[in-house]
């Protein structure tokens, strides 16, 4: 049973337009969700991540929505750039775990010149 | 400069043929973090030590096991390695507080024939 999904494998933005990711969770639990980029023979790259007391979080062109009554987290990336085409990775941790993260399965954004 | 560095990339084995997979660290963090990535699907959490307290996660094969000798280096050993074991490795750290981002390594791919 999946705890972080990922319901999107796919993205395909135009350069210079905004990508949405989207994140569902379903772990009441979780207090600490993540936003990891992976290219291709690399591992994941941390990207952004947001405690549950805060509903945004925003760092340069890259920016994440917590919606705790919905149970999802979204990543805003604007303007989009080709170097962004990578696979997005949301990830939770819950309270009472030792910083232990539970991934989604990814979102593989591509960045069209 | 890497902080997480693991090695080999690349690894062949042969069914059934004990394999060790390494990762070393350059910062001295407390936890480090062994995962398993299969194509397509979320990075799934094998084990991991605070310090040189290991824990195992509760559905992480016997077949998979761990060792920590210092600070810097944790090795994975698979003891007999089957089709199914073929994925990415991820090795990952983290300092050890509550709230943590973990930074990973770039992987070694496995491979059995």
């Known amino acids: 049973d999946q705890q972080v999904k990922q319901n999107s494998p796919s993205l395909s933005v135009q350069e210079g337009r905004i990508s949405i990711l989207n994140c569902d969770y379903t772990?009441?639990?979780?207090?600490?969700f993540l936003w990891y980029k992976k290219y291709p023979a690399e591992g994941p790259t941390f990207l952004i991540s947001i405690s549950s007391i805060k509903d945004k979080n925003e760092d340069g062109r890259f920016t994440v929505f917590l919606n705790k009554s919905a149970k999802h987290l979204s990543l805003h990336i604007v303007p989009s750039q080709p170097g962004d085409s990578a696979v997005y990775f949301c990830a939770a941790s819950a309270r009472g775990s030792q910083g232990n993260l539970i991934f989604g399965k990814g979102t593989k954004l591509s960045v069209k010149p | 400069d890497a902080m997480v560095i693991q090695n080999p990339r690349y690894q062949v084995t042969q069914f059934g043929k004990p394999v060790t997979l390494s990762c070393s660290q350059t910062l001295n963090h407390n936890v480090m973090y062994w995962y398993q990535q299969k194509s397509s699907q979320a990075p799934k959490l094998l084990f991991h030590y605070y310090d040189k307290d290991f824990n195992n996660e509760a559905d992480t094969p016997d077949n998979f096991q761990s060792r920590r000798p210092n600070t810097s280096f944790c090795f994975l050993d698979i003891r007999s390695p089957g089709l199914g074991d073929a994925a990415m490795y991820l090795c990952?750290?983290?300092?050890?507080?509550?709230?943590?981002?973990?930074?990973f390594g770039p992987g070694t791919r496995l491979l059995v024939l």
């Open positions: 990952a750290i983290a300092s050890g507080g509550r709230i943590e981002t973990q930074y």
């Open positions: 772990n009441s639990m979780f207090d600490y």
